[in-house]
């Protein structure tokens, strides 16, 4: 399941809902009223949410880690893998080239792998895959993908154009 950022904002409603829940549930069940189940009840229901939060709050700085990560290392193959974009769209690629594309490609992997493990949001996948379409589409980088991909060395990772005829 892929990892959702903005879901913490439904916390306080779900908290204020198990609050009210054990509340009215002390008032019809609880005979004589004893404060202590109230209180423990509250008290669980505060320490379930504690935990929650706190995860939400370690995996969303897990993927700022990680979005920082593959941003910088995207930036540094940037230039190169524009310049093939605006290059001849046939003929064998340089060598400096080849190692570009072979970066690229594993930097989406990656960054996939990290996805189908839940520490990428899913609107920011989608937004990376619009990105990767962009080179993918390209015809010398597609050669390269066509023809490296078949030893599966990329985590099952798979363009959303790896579909598209050339």
Not at 73 to 102: C, H, M, Q, T, W
């Amino acid at each position: 399941m892929a990892l959702k950022l903005h879901s913490k904002r439904w916390y306080p409603y779900i908290f204020l809902f198990g609050s009210v829940a054990i509340l009215a549930s002390w008032f019809y069940f609880a005979a004589g009223h004893p404060p202590e189940l109230l209180l423990s009840g509250l008290g669980a229901l505060t320490g379930f949410f504690y935990f929650i939060y706190r995860q939400h709050l370690d995996e969303a700085k897990l993927f700022k880690e990680l979005f920082v990560e593959f941003n910088g290392r995207y930036n540094k193959l940037n230039d190169e893998l524009n310049k093939i974009l605006a290059g001849p769209r046939e003929g064998e690629p340089s060598e400096k080239e080849r190692e570009s594309v072979f970066s690229y490609f594993n930097l989406c992997a990656e960054e996939y792998f990290f996805y189908k493990a839940g520490y990428i949001d899913e609107y920011v996948w989608q937004s990376w895959c619009r990105g990767m379409d962009v080179f993918f589409r390209h015809p010398r980088i597609r050669d390269l993908w066509d023809t490296d991909c078949k030893a599966d060395s990329y985590y099952g990772f798979r363009p959303s154009v790896s579909s598209v005829p050339k």
